[in-house]
């Protein structure tokens, strides 16, 4: 005990605590701790989802240039395979080649229509409002569209030397032919008298002296046909597929705008 007078016991020194820091609890019973911690969770689960959003965009738009990249590799080999058709001598030398460009053919049509089409599909749905990732999606697009380009040019350009060729061939066993018989077989269209083609080049045959090699410039002509109307296949596909691109993009345009 103090031996000052004056000390006494203060009744109010005991620790009460700052009334104001206590948590409020409202009509539901939640305290306003609660709620700040839940308005934080949400908070960290938008950015969250706004993040995983961003990271799956690229993701996709990456999957396509990758694609691309292997389009683009498939439009250069068929580039070559056809070049070195077009030269080829031999029914053996063509059909390989062919085979080659038929297997080349088949995996860019799968590519562009049944995986780079509806990626990119996706990808457009995936932009909702934001303007920035409908430029990416713009920009991938017309990289697609110019790939689709070159290829077109690629086989408009290699469809008329394959009828030139053709052409050419066919008058090795029949020289004084026309350009019109000529193109009556390579079509395989009826002539003017309802003859087929197989009966124009035998009758032409009558009147050949090269008849050993006969059988063989039919073969290839034959084939070169056969790449003329895949090359036609493969132009009206990409017709289609620039049409399609061009509403897709529309749509979008539409939604941007609306």
Known sequence: MSNNPYEYDNPYAEEQGNPYTQDETNINGITNTQINNNAADNNNT??????????????????????????????????????????????QEVEILKKQIENTSFNLSDLQSNTIKPKLTELYKLCGGDTDKQEQAKNI??????SMEKLAKIEDNYQLKNKSKAIDQ??????DSTDEEALDFINNSSSANGETSQQI???ALKYSNRKG??????QEVQARH???????RL?????QLFNDLQELLEITLKRVEG
Request: net charge negative.
């Open 46 to 91: 938008y950015e969250l989802s706004q993040t995983n959003d961003i990271n799956l965009f690229f993701t996709k738009i990456q999957d396509i240039k990758d694609d691309l990249n292997d389009y683009n590799g498939l439009i250069d080999r068929l580039e070559k395979l056809q070049f070195d058709l077009l030269s080829a001598v031999g029914n």
């Open 141 to 146: 697009n017309q990289s697609f569209r110019n």
């Open 170 to 175: 066919f008058k090795i066993v029949n020289p």
């Open 201 to 203: 080049f035998d009758n």
């Open 213 to 218: 090699e006969a059988m063989n410039v039919l």
């Open 226 to 232: 056969m790449e003329m109307e895949r090359t036609e």
């Open 235 to 239: 132009a009206a596909e990409l017709t």
